[in-house]
C-alpha cells in the first residue's frame, strides 16, 4: 500500500455585502471560533456549484436525486402507457434493484428513500430497459391486480445495478455514499472544508421597500417592506483532494485525473455559492490562492485563524495574507518538509510572497501545475 498524496488548495476570498448561505431564519450562518463571531458558508454551498462547473466543462452531467422512479413514470406516461402500468413499471425499477428490493415511498411515485448520484441519463436508459420488457409488467400488473398481492421482481436486476452503479468522472472526484448496492459507494477524493471569515462577522440588517409601479391614488406605492440581512467579509477557503483514491476510482487513467484536478482546482477558485446573489451580485474573486502537494495527509491552515484577525482600519487583506504566509511557515518548521512535494500561489500583490513557493501570474497557470504535479508517480492504493 503506498501513502496517499494530496493536493491542499488555500484560499483568502473577499466577498461583498451578500447572504451567500442563509440559516433556517433566513440569516446568513454563522459560527464562533476565538470567542468572535464569523461568517460561514457550509462546505455543501459551495461544493455543488464546484461540481456543476466542473460537469459543465466535461459536458458530463450527473445528478443527485430520490426521483428516478417518479422520472421514469412521467416518462412512460408521456409516451401513451396507462397511469397503473406506467407507475408499476417504475416501482419494479425499485423492486428489482436487489434483493428485497429499495426503499421507496408508494405515496410519493415509489421516490427512493435513498438519495443517488448517477449519470444524467440513467433514467433514460431504465425507461429503455422497461420498454424492451413491457410484455412482463403487463402480465404482471394483471396478475397483481386479480390476486391484490404484490408482484415479486420481474426486471433484470443485474441490468438495473449496472445502471444505477455506473459513475461519470465527476462521481469518482465527489464520491458517493450508496451502500444499499453493492460496489455503490465511491470513496470521496475531494474534502471540502466550511468557509469562515477570518475576522470578526456578523449579519447586518438591510431595510428595504419593494415599490408598486401601480399605485392607487393617495398612496405611497410601498407594496412590501422588510428586513434583509447580509455580511460581507474575507474567507478562509480549503478543500484537498486525494489523488491517489482520485486514480483508483479512475482505474489508473492518468489522463482523465489530471483533466479533473485541472478543472476542479479552477472551479474552487472561480465559483461563488448561489444564494441570494440576484440582490447582491457578490461575484468576487480570492485575493491570494496557495497550493502544497504533499504526501501521507493534507494540512489546512484554517488554525492560522482562531484569532480573528484585525483591520487596523486598512482592511483584511495584508493582515489575512500575512497570518496565513505565517502559519504556513510554521507548519512547515513543525512537521518539516519532506512530505512536502511542491508548493505556489498567485495572488493580486504585485509582488511574490517567498514563503508560499512558486509564483504564479494568474490561477490558469496555477491549475495547471496543480494537474501537472498532483498525481502519486506511480498509481497505488489509497493509504488508510
Known sequence: ?????????????????ANLNSDESGEPK????????????????????????VEEELDEHAARTRMV???????????????????????????????????????????????FFLPADTARHLTQLCRTHRTTLEEGLAKQTVTKKPAPALLPTDEITAQLTRRTASISLFGRMLTEIHDGH????????????????????????????????????????NTAYRSTGHFYRFATV?????????????????????????AFIMTMPRGGQTSAAAHTVPDLVHYVVRDRRPVSYGAAFEQPVRSHGQG????ARQALTTYATTIDRLIGTRHRITHGHATTAGTPIGEL???????????ATCARTALPDTPGQAAA
Do not use: C
Open 186 to 225: 465511491i470513496q470521496a477524493a475531494v474534502q471540502m472544508a466550511p468557509a469562515f471569515t477570518v475576522h470578526r462577522s456578523e449579519p447586518q440588517p438591510d431595510f428595504f421597500t419593494a415599490v408598486d409601479d401601480w399605485p392607487r391614488p393617495g398612496e405611497a406605492g410601498s407594496a412590501h417592506l
Open 30 to 53: 454563522t459560527l464562533e471560533l476565538g470567542g468572535a463571531i464569523r461568517t460561514m458558508i457550509s462546505s455543501q454551498a459551495w461544493k455543488r456549484p464546484i461540481r456543476l462547473a
Open 357 to 367: 513557493g512558486t509564483h504564479h501570474t494568474g490561477f490558469d497557470d496555477l491549475a
Open 1 to 17: 500500500m503506498t501513502a496517499a498524496r494530496f493536493l491542499d488548495i488555500h484560499a483568502l476570498h473577499p466577498s461583498t455585502a
Open 242 to 266: 486525494n489523488t491517489t483514491t482520485l486514480l483508483v476510482n479512475l482505474n489508473g487513467d492518468t489522463t482523465t485525473a489530471r483533466t479533473l484536478i485541472y478543472l476542479f482546482t479552477q
Open 316 to 319: 483584511y487583506v495584508l493582515p
Open 69 to 115: 422512479p417518479p422520472t421514469i413514470t412521467d416518462a412512460l406516461r408521456a409516451e401513451g402507457w396507462t397511469e397503473d402500468l406506467a407507475s408499476f413499471a417504475a416501482a419494479q425499477i425499485a423492486a428489482s434493484a436487489k434483493t428485497g428490493g429499495l426503499k421507496t415511498n408508494p405515496q410519493e411515485d415509489h421516490r427512493t428513500q435513498a438519495m
